[in-house]
């Protein structure tokens, strides 16, 4: 599991570098929070059980150090009396708060609040988190805080371990619905078929083949990754679907097993590996985006199509050809077939088709007759409404705070809240300053005032922490004259405080306390307050020799909204172009390439104004619709299509063959459709906004795909067979009939 920054933000790049490197390795500490609330916190049996808190929490492994109200009263308290212990009586405790607001004001923030922090360094690893925020939440247990006090673990590495646990607990919801939803398609459309419900557990063991891979190949699951099985249930099916129908009608046809199984491969094979192909170049464009988890999205899509493929073609065929005999041998077949002969006017004949069926491919066919009639009207609307989504597009906004991303009511992200509500945000620019000497005084002193500065001009910068308030703390308040008198202060303190503000004899850290900006002012306003930290350092410069680079959590995923807005169009149009050299590859035809690639342009252009109506945002997961309808979308236009040309082979004219592939070939489009549309539906279900704004999209735009198959590409595809036609100067084009007396002809 994956839910840090380095899922949003590649690692080669220079800011994240930065980060890293700079900011992370060395300065950046991670806490845990423990918030104490109840009537009156400044008092001493609370105080004592901070206490016994902090103890236990030392011997911690991973802990670096604790901050508490209770070890700042005793270092208060031992500057006072020599005495480095708690008062005893609630006066003293009280008497020593009050008298020190500058101490105690970022951790008792009034009477009924206070915060204990337990620090750990920012490289600590996830399960080093997991095993620190287990000990807090025991000692919490043995501190025996007093029973009229609520005591709250939260803090941003509990948010994260939660989200994890989360994401885990999920996704076997996410794939269980996926497979009932499945279950009842497959029985809905598929029941013609004996053992209609194979292809379920086909493609789920595609999914565990999937599995395997990703550990295999080291794809981490994020919360992009996860949704991606039960897309790849919706689309995996169809083949395990393709290959199951194929096999049936051989062996009703040969009544020879291994030359159905022959046929079966032979024909479906290449055929539904075209169609992954196709599909394959719509996800490949995902591996162009700056952010790794849409990459992981990418790759995993990618590899699980292949293992859908792989399951079907192997081990469907296999199964089903097992099944086969089995069903060969069951009395209860031999029975059945002594009782049908009984009633053979009932006996249906194989090429016969169900009445759902018919009723299908009269409708679309009637709908293709008036699409046609009306092209013109047709196409121009269906631009227009293209080109108003495409506009739209640009001003439906870009969500990269993580907290939107889970379950609003998960009680990690409730007490995260509520700690920021009471104490304030931890939000933070932290600015990195290389020197030439850590002790120079004129470094301090620019630091001093630059923070003084930022403060007071900045509404959103709350205050400012460096190594200056340590010297100034150790100094009376003032910064001292000399390189040496700074150094002598230097070795005074604790080595656990300085490394948190200074690295080595040439770097120092400026920290700038944002609040809650990520969710008030959003990242866009980080950057103008960011460029704003960046003027002010012009007309206010460090001394001569001195660099400073700002960076920090907040900044870093500034490089996500250029990623999601720039990346996610780029994504799309080399989507876009490989399914088209595809397509050009496969075809050698420029009019068989263009046809099905153009409404899934149109659906594109739908989908933005889709996003915009139904007020969804940008995510890193919705980012991705543009190379997902091209992935998906596709193959109902090229079946379409396919079976277009092949009715035209025949003889056929473009008015009769688009006729004839809407009639025959429809109802199994619209059922492939709504079996991958119910595959998507499951992700409506799961508890994270990302992820069910992404299925109510993506369901939304998988039945524009198929509106546009109906209504779309029909007239497309005759005005650009016939122009080309006439182009070539066909003999024929004499001969053919006026069009709309072709469609009342076929209407009547």
């Not at 075809?587 to 263009?594: C, E, H, N, S, T």
């Not at 067979?721 to 070539?728: A, C, E, G, H, S």
């Amino acid at each position: 599991m994956k839910s840090g920054t380095d899922t949003f933000v590649g690692k080669d790049s220079p800011l994240y570098q930065d980060y890293d490197h700079l900011y992370q390795n060395i300065f950046q500490t991670q806490s845990i929070v423990v918030m104490v609330e109840g009537n009156d916190v400044k008092n001493a049996a609370l105080m004592e059980a901070v206490d016994r808190l902090e103890h236990q929490l030392e011997a911690t492994n991973g802990v670096i150090e604790t901050t508490s109200p209770a070890s700042l009263i005793k270092k208060v308290n031992y500057q006072m009396t020599g005495r480095s212990e708690l008062p005893e009586t609630d006066e003293e405790i009280k008497a020593i708060i009050d008298g020190n607001p500058e101490i105690f004001s970022q951790i008792i923030s009034d009477n009924t609040h206070m915060v204990i922090s337990v620090v750990m360094a920012g490289s600590t690893s996830d399960k080093a988190q997991e095993d620190i925020l287990t000990a807090t939440e025991d000692a919490v247990s043995f501190a025996n805080f007093p029973p009229s006090y609520n005591v709250i673990v939260t803090g941003d590495p509990a948010f994260r371990i939660s989200m994890n646990y989360e994401m885990n607990s999920s996704m076997g919801v996410l794939l269980g619905l996926s497979a009932v939803f499945m279950l009842i398609v497959l029985l809905l459309v598929f029941r013609h078929a004996r053992w209609c419900i194979l292809p379920l557990p086909v493609v789920l063991l595609g999914i565990v083949y999937t599995f395997g891979a990703m550990g295999y190949v080291g794809i981490p699951m994020s919360m992009v990754s996860m949704s991606a099985f039960p897309i790849l249930i919706g689309v995996g099916i169809d083949y395990a679907i393709q290959f199951h129908n194929r096999l049936e009608e051989e062996l009703m046809d040969k009544g020879n097993k291994t030359r159905a199984v022959i046929e079966t491969v032979k024909h479906t094979g290449p055929a539904v590996l075209i169609a992954l192909a196709m599909t394959a170049l719509g996800f490949v464009s995902l591996f162009t985006s700056t952010v790794p988890m849409i990459q992981d999205f990418g790759k995993l899509l990618l590899i699980g199509v292949i293992m859908c493929y792989f399951a079907s073609i192997f081990v469907g065929v296999t199964m089903l050809s097992i099944f086969d005999s089995y069903s060969d041998r069951n009395p209860l077949r031999k029975i059945a077939k002594k009782i049908k002969p009984l009633n053979p006017e009932k006996k249906k004949k194989p090429e016969e088709e169900s009445e759902s069926d018919r009723l299908i491919g009269r409708i679309l066919q009637k709908t293709t007759n008036i699409t046609i009639k009306y092209d013109v009207i047709v196409l121009g609307i269906a631009c227009l409404l293209c080109f108003g989504g495409l506009y739209l597009d640009q001003s439906v906004p870009i969500e990269t705070d993580v907290q939107t991303f889970v379950p609003q009511n998960m009680p990690a992200l409730v007490d995260l809240r509520h700690m920021g509500d009471i104490m304030g945000g931890s939000d933070e620019l932290n600015l990195i300053i290389k020197v030439k000497d850590t002790a120079n005084p004129d470094v301090l002193i620019w630091i001093d005032k630059f923070s003084e500065h930022e403060v007071a001009s900045n509404s959103h910068i709350y205050s400012a922490s460096s190594i200056v308030d340590l010297v100034k703390e150790y100094n009376g308040g003032v910064i001292p004259d000399t390189s040496q008198e700074i150094k002598d202060i230097y070795s005074e303190i604790p080595k656990a405080q300085k490394d948190r503000y200074m690295y080595g004899k040439n770097m120092l850290l400026l920290n700038f306390n944002i609040g809650n900006a990520v969710a008030d002012i959003k990242l866009t306003g980080i950057e103008e307050l960011t460029n704003i930290v960046k003027q002010d350092m012009q007309w206010m410069p460090a001394p001569p020799g001195t660099t400073v680079t700002i960076t920090g959590n907040s900044v870093v995923f500034m490089e996500v909204i250029t990623a999601l807005t720039s990346g996610r169009v780029t994504m799309t149009f080399l989507g876009l172009l490989l399914v088209l050299i595809g397509l050009l590859i496969v075809y050698r035809d420029w009019v068989k390439a263009l046809v099905p690639v153009i409404p899934m342009v149109i659906v594109i252009g739908w989908s933005g104004g889709v996003m915009s109506y139904l007020n969804i945002d940008y995510t890193p997961l919705t980012a991705t619709l543009g190379a997902l309808i091209l992935g998906v979308g596709s193959e109902y236009a090229i079946l379409m299509m396919e079976r277009y040309f092949e009715e035209k082979d025949r003889g056929l004219s473009p008015i009769e063959a688009i006729n004839r592939t809407s009639s025959k070939i429809g109802s199994a489009i619209v059922a492939s459709g709504a079996t991958t549309v119910f595959g998507f539906m499951a992700l409506l279900a799961s508890p994270f906004p990302m992820i069910s704004d992404f299925g109510t999209v993506t369901v939304i735009d998988i039945v524009l795909a198929l509106l546009a198959t109906f209504v779309v590409f029909p007239p497309l595809i005759i005005l650009l067979d016939t122009w080309r036609d006439k182009r070539k100067g066909a003999k024929t084009a004499e001969k053919q009939p006026d069009t709309k007396k072709q469609i009342q002809g076929a209407e009547i």
